[in-house]
């Protein structure tokens, strides 16, 4: 066989590739038609993966505005607390000086509701050119006050007093013996206290006080923040009364409140324990935190055995307390600082099983005698370590060095204060006058101090 002779012939060559060639054409189309089938099938997943998701979204953010606008309309009922209020003017049950503005001239606005309760509607809110916080209790929510009886008081009930006939002296000592019990019948001041009351009722300021008044102005000392704002009205720790109708009241507005955390429009997304490790970081420069926190201990001293009596602070949170421009510190709420006179005459009728039981607000707590079943009336802390252990971290972050120790040092020993230690006002005193005197020394020298 020559060596240059094909290893087939021509012709069965081309069978035998023709032949080989052919089962590869059924692959060939397979994989022509397959690319474009896998992307649709791809697009197809990728689609309804998406309509997955957004369906998921939907849900989920339709709930959450469910729960949300449920919760809005049980603590936002300001429309209802206007109404019943204005339809009481219009029959002369009560008047004030913001009466005419909320229900004639419309002139005194409810804007962004600020409510933690059902019963105690805040809003903020404007009064032609000033702007504030208005207040409101509402009908058909029990309300509870301590020192009244203990049975909630329906706010139908709120308005029957004074009488028809009841003379303007009659009033005044109306007034001196409620007075007399919230803060206590040894008081030698309540006269001027009483006066104080008697000059807020007067609202159009023409000398004399009409029933519808005299109503509202009753009403209105039935609520602890109210009695504290004419108790401290010449010490600047409370934002003034603007103006009232019935039991709704405006104070005016303190600029930046809370005292510390993290602005609303974040707080609302961001989770409680996240929320707590970065609320104290929106605060002002350490010179003016600490001159906020003389402030509070400033409120303290004036609320331990003050002009009128002594105060408990029963919630000394954060959101109690606001300040202005100047640092200057403002209650913001004040429902929960209670006369120590009517809080001991109130906790002595509290029946108990433990300590536990003789708890008022968040921080008021006293011990249960066993023996009686009966709450004691001696608070376990007093004010001020309270608001020591409020002040810890918010004054301590950022402290100058050179003092830092010794102001850790007389915290954590305003801390340990306890209300049921022997000479209490001698070791309150010296606590507070250290804490004070230590700050004021780092910011006597500051343009704003």
Same mark, same amino acid.
């Given at each position: ?186 008081? #030698?001041?309540? *006269?001027?206290?009483? %006066?104080?009351? &008697?000059?807020?009722? =007067? /609202? ?114 954060? #959101?109690?307390? *606001?300040?202005?421009? %100047?640092?200057? &510190?403002?209650?913001? =709420? /004040? ?115």
């Amino acid at each position: 066989m020559s060596s240059s002779a094909p290893l087939c012939p021509p012709l069965l060559c081309s069978a035998l590739c023709v032949a080989m060639a052919r089962p590869q054409l059924p692959w060939t189309f397979f994989f022509f038609f397959w690319k474009p089938f896998h992307t649709q099938a791809r697009v197809s997943y990728m689609h309804m993966k998406y309509l997955f998701f957004s369906w998921l979204v939907v849900f989920v953010g339709s709930w959450v505005v469910y729960v949300e606008y449920s919760s809005y309309t049980e603590l936002c009922r300001g429309h209802q607390c206007t109404k019943s209020m204005c339809s009481k003017y219009r029959k002369g049950v009560v008047d004030g000086s913001a009466c005419s503005s909320l229900c004639e001239k419309d002139t005194l606005y409810l804007a962004r509701c600020l409510s933690t309760q059902a019963d105690n509607q805040v809003y903020s809110g404007t009064w032609g050119d000033l702007e504030g916080l208005i207040k409101c209790q509402m009908d058909e929510a029990p309300r509870y006050d301590l020192g009244s009886d203990t049975e909630p008081r329906k706010e139908a009930a709120a308005f029957d007093k004074p009488t028809k006939g009841t003379s303007v002296e009659r009033f005044r000592e109306m007034v001196l013996t409620h007075l007399k019990a919230k803060v206590g019948g040894e008081q #030698a001041n309540l *006269g001027e206290l009483a %006066r104080r009351a &008697l000059a807020a009722a =007067d /609202a159009n300021r023409d000398g004399h006080i009409s029933l519808a008044e005299a109503r509202s102005s009753w009403a209105l000392l039935q609520l602890n923040e109210f009695l504290l704002a004419l108790a401290l009205q010449d010490r600047g720790h409370m934002p003034k009364v603007l103006g009232f109708c019935g039991d709704l009241y405006m104070m005016e507005k303190v600029p930046h409140a809370p005292l510390y955390g993290l602005p609303w429009v974040l707080e609302v997304w961001m989770p409680a324990g996240v929320r707590r490790s970065l609320d104290q970081w929106f605060t002002p420069a350490w010179p003016h935190r600490a001159k906020i926190s003389m402030g509070l201990l400033e409120l303290v001293e004036d609320l331990f055995h003050g002009t009128f009596g002594s105060f408990l602070m029963c919630d000394l949170s954060a #959101a109690s307390f *606001g300040y202005t421009k %100047r640092h200057d &510190l403002k209650v913001v =709420d /004040a429902q929960y600082v209670v006369p120590e006179a009517a809080f001991q005459e109130a906790i002595r009728q509290q029946r108990c099983d433990a300590d536990g039981d003789c708890l008022y607000g968040v921080d008021c707590l006293t011990s249960c005698d066993l023996t009686k079943h009966r709450c004691t009336t001696e608070v376990t802390k007093p004010n001020l370590a309270k608001a020591c252990h409020t002040l810890k971290d918010y004054v301590l972050r950022g402290a100058p060095p050179d003092i830092r120790q010794e102001l850790e040092k007389q915290l954590y020993a305003c801390m340990a204060l306890r209300g049921l230690a022997e000479h209490t006002e001698i070791e309150h005193s010296l606590v507070l006058n250290n804490l004070k005197t230590l700050l004021w020394k780092k910011i006597s020298h500051t343009k704003d101090s």
